[in-house]
Every structure is written in structure tokens, then in C-alpha cells.
């Protein structure tokens, strides 16, 4: 079995975008409680420290991050966009936390402590761009800890797969131009934020999209990810690899319609910690993404974080 570590923090049931709004603390409550059963004795858990200024800035402008804090209420909400994502007074803790996680859980698996990472933190990152906020996510974390693996441990080759519903922009564009950092995503499409075609492919094809029409299933998942993603991978051979853990493809999600099964995150959890055997000595930090259907982001969560720890 594998060391397994989970970061979270308290801090992150804080972050509250309103009723109603699907990206919920009940949504980390959820997953908190599946990983607390008895199945999951044997893993480690680490409280999540607030990121710093310096990690924000690999991936957002200084102008954006003191838009964040200027934007930060001291009551109430406050919209960073049209109305996806909300800022209340426990948001930019929460955030800070979420980038903390994520980067903590880059220095302990470089540094040996623990084998692989499961950031149980939100909101989600994905989406968020160099200079704005986007689609529920302030602060991309996840590609904020691919650029701190590179500052802070000199790894050169960063690689970050999603497997969230919905495509990752925001990361996109952050590897857009660089050759040493590959984002590859499995997404719906058409569907929200409107990119991740095919023919997006970054500067050195370091960019590897797989659109799936909404109701593909279980099969065309696995034989996509077979076919295209993970042969990519394994060419760009990583020295770390970094998941966006999205569960809203999930049959009983809400939002999404790709109808993915426990099963299917089982099954692609397990091929990336095998590519990541082959050339980044087994090193994966895991970032909790979208997920909507509480029962599904709790199942879903619990067979990702099994697989992690080779059970």
C-alpha cells in the first residue's frame, strides 16, 4: 500500500457563494465524511497552510490577486464575475488554503514524506485565469503547484490531467506556451467554458484535449483515455504528475452528462499512478475539482482516493 496524505482545512467549509449555489461546504462535508470511514484508517492527514503571495503569482497577474483582496467582503457577497463566483468573508482564506494544499502536497511528495497527495479542499481551480475569476474558481491551484514544483524543487516537466466535466481553461492557458508543462483533459463537449477542442494543442502539442459528446459512457471514456490521453502522457513522461480531480462527470451529477461510474475513477486513477511509476518515480498530487451530486462526489472521491492508496 501507498502512503496516502490528505490536506484540507476548516477553513474551506468557509467559503459560502450564497444558497442555492451548487458549489456548496456541504460538497466538502461530503467527502470529509467518506474519507473518515473505516475503510480509510491508514491514511495521513495534514491541515492545508495558507499559499503565499509569491505561488499565486507563477499563474495571476499582481493586478487580478489585489482585485481579490480589494473584492474580499467583510459581509455579505461579492460577485468576481457575472455571477458564478461569489466571494463572502471566508472566501479568501479558503482560496489561500486551497493553494497552500496543493503546494504542500508538491514539497511532501518531492520531498519523500509521503508517497502521493489528495487535496481535499474548494472551491475548485480550474477555471480560474491569469486575470480573472471563472466558472466557480478564484485561484488556480492546480497549476500553481505545477510551477512551484519547478521554483521551489526544480523539477522541469510538470503534467497535469482533468478529468472534470468541464475543460480546464484556465490551466490551458497557463501551459499554453510552455514546452515543459502539459495539461491533457477529458471533458464534455460541447459544454461550458467552450473551449478544449481537439485542435488546441499548445506551443509543442503539450496540450492534449478529449472532447466526449454528452451521454458517451463508461466505454468511450476508457477507450479515449487509452487511445489518446495516456499514450500522450507517457511521450511527455513527467516528473510530476498533478490531477484535477473533477467528479461531476459522474452518472448521477447534476450538471454534468457523461455518465461515468465509481468504477471509471477507479479504473483512471490507477493508469495515471502507472504512468507516473514510469518516469516521475510515482509522485501524484490530486486536487479536488467540480462534483455536484453529493452521494456521486462522495462515492466517486472514495474510489479515486482507494486507488491512491493501492487498495
Not at 484508517?41 to 505561488?55: F, I, K, M
Not at 457577497?77 to 458564478?84: F, K, P, S, V
Request: aromatic share 8%; charged share 20%.
Amino acid at each position: 500500500m501507498s502512503i496516502t496524505t490528505i490536506y484540507t482545512h476548516e477553513a474551506c467549509l468557509h467559503h459560502q457563494p450564497g444558497p442555492h449555489h451548487p458549489e456548496s461546504p456541504q460538497r466538502l462535508l461530503a467527502v470529509l465524511e467518506a474519507l473518515k470511514s473505516p475503510d480509510f484508517v491508514q491514511l495521513r492527514w495534514s491541515d492545508a497552510p495558507e499559499g503565499t503571495a509569491a505561488q499565486l503569482l507563477h499563474v495571476h497577474t499582481q493586478g487580478y490577486v489585489d482585485e481579490v483582496h480589494a473584492a474580499s467582503p467583510r459581509d455579505g457577497y461579492r460577485a468576481l464575475d457575472a455571477g458564478d463566483t461569489i466571494m463572502s468573508p471566508g472566501t479568501l482564506e479558503a482560496v489561500m488554503r486551497c493553494v497552500g494544499a496543493a503546494c504542500a502536497g508538491v514539497d511532501d511528495v518531492v520531498a519523500g514524506r509521503t508517497d502521493n497527495a489528495f487535496c481535499a479542499t474548494r472551491p475548485c481551480g480550474h477555471h480560474a485565469e491569469a486575470d480573472r475569476a471563472m466558472g466557480f474558481c478564484v485561484f488556480n491551484q492546480a497549476a500553481i503547484a505545477a510551477f512551484h514544483a519547478r521554483q521551489a524543487h526544480g523539477l522541469q516537466r510538470v503534467a497535469v490531467i482533468d478529468f472534470d466535466v468541464h475543460h480546464g481553461n484556465g490551466t490551458q492557458h497557463a501551459f499554453y506556451g510552455d514546452p515543459d508543462m502539459f495539461y491533457g483533459s477529458c471533458h464534455q463537449w460541447p459544454f461550458y467554458p467552450g473551449t478544449g477542442a481537439r485542435d488546441e494543442s499548445g506551443v509543442a502539442d503539450n496540450i492534449v484535449n478529449v472532447p466526449l459528446a454528452r451521454g458517451s459512457g463508461s466505454a468511450t471514456f476508457r477507450s479515449q483515455m487509452q487511445a489518446v490521453l495516456l499514450p500522450a502522457l507517457r511521450r511527455f513522461a513527467p516528473d510530476l504528475l498533478i490531477i484535477s480531480a473533477g467528479f461531476d462527470a459522474h452518472h448521477l451529477d447534476p450538471l454534468g452528462g457523461l455518465g461515468l461510474t465509481d468504477d471509471d475513477f477507479d479504473w483512471i486513477t490507477r493508469q495515471l499512478l502507472a504512468e507516473a511509476n514510469r518516469s516521475a518515480k510515482g509522485r501524484v498530487v490530486s486536487i479536488l475539482e467540480g462534483g455536484y451530486s453529493l452521494d456521486g462526489l462522495a462515492s466517486a472521491t472514495a474510489a479515486h482516493v482507494r486507488a491512491l492508496m493501492g487498495r
